[in-house]
């Protein structure tokens, strides 16, 4: 069964610590990976996407990497902000049973505090 | 960058009236739309996939009839909700996917569809 698994579900840091979500995937075949930021009340912004020979990317302060021999991907956000409190969402895409399809994870929910 | 704009962005009506959500896509074409629903504090819930020139698809459990998608152009989907009741209230968000490149796929910003 195609899934995307992320963890943890929801996370509390302090402003200016860094901190590491996770996403495991077992969507197969593999397309790309992406990660979204949603505010609340608003649409998903993304933040970064991957094919599978790419091992990581950064946009600022967020720096996703990809394994895809295990099938996990992480977001790191070094030295958190206020505004960073929101939801991030992984999204894996592949194209099964002949048709592109996109499968979303959870989401964590991130809130930053001061 | 790009952009998909939705349309209206809040919207309240009265139980049994229909309501159509707008997605564009401003500056890339879309061969694929994408419709999600949204209730409080919960992730995204695909309801369907749209493509340009045919019949949506419908992810399980969601009414095609009551909630009528249409993708008439490579820049256009729209999402009918029709005899809309207060458990329709939601929070719709569209999706749409550049037919160029990696297939980079961009949100809207969500219509808050309220039913009295």
């Known amino acids: 069964k195609n899934q995307v698994e992320q963890s943890p579900q929801s996370l509390i840091i302090l402003e200016g610590k860094n901190c590491t979500l996770q996403?495991?995937?077992?969507?197969?075949?593999?397309?790309?990976l992406r990660w979204y930021k949603q505010d609340t009340g608003r649409g998903p912004v993304s933040l970064t996407i991957?094919?599978?020979?790419?091992n990581t990317k950064s946009n600022g302060r967020y720096t996703a990497t990809l394994d895809a021999d295990t099938k996990q991907s992480s977001l790191h956000i070094t030295a958190s902000q206020l505004s960073d409190s929101a939801s991030y969402i992984c999204?894996?895409?592949?194209?099964?049973?002949?048709?592109?399809?996109?499968?979303f994870g959870s989401g964590t929910r991130l809130l930053v505090r001061p | 960058g790009a952009v998909v704009s939705q349309h209206p962005s809040r919207v309240i009506c009265k139980s049994g009236t229909s309501v159509k959500i707008e997605c564009r896509s401003l500056?890339?074409?879309?061969?694929?739309m994408f419709w999600y629903r949204q209730f409080p504090k919960k992730s995204l819930m695909l309801m369907a996939t749209?493509?340009?020139?045919?019949?949506?698809?419908?992810e399980q459990g969601v009414e095609k009839d009551k909630f009528l998608i249409n993708h008439a152009s490579l820049t256009l989907s729209t999402l009918t909700v029709t005899s809309a009741h207060p458990e329709d209230s939601s929070f719709y968000i569209c999706?749409?996917?550049?037919?160029?490149?990696?297939?980079?796929?961009?949100f809207g910003e969500g219509s808050r569809l309220t039913v009295l």
């Open positions: 996403c495991n995937y077992t969507v197969s075949p593999f397309s790309n």
């Open positions: 999204v894996v895409s592949g194209w099964m049973d002949s048709s592109y399809k996109l499968i």
């Open positions: 991957m094919t599978f020979s790419e």
């Open positions: 500056d890339f074409q879309a061969t694929t």
């Open positions: 749209s493509n340009e020139g045919s019949k949506a698809t419908y």
């Open positions: 999706s749409a996917r550049d037919r160029t490149g990696p297939g980079e796929l961009f």
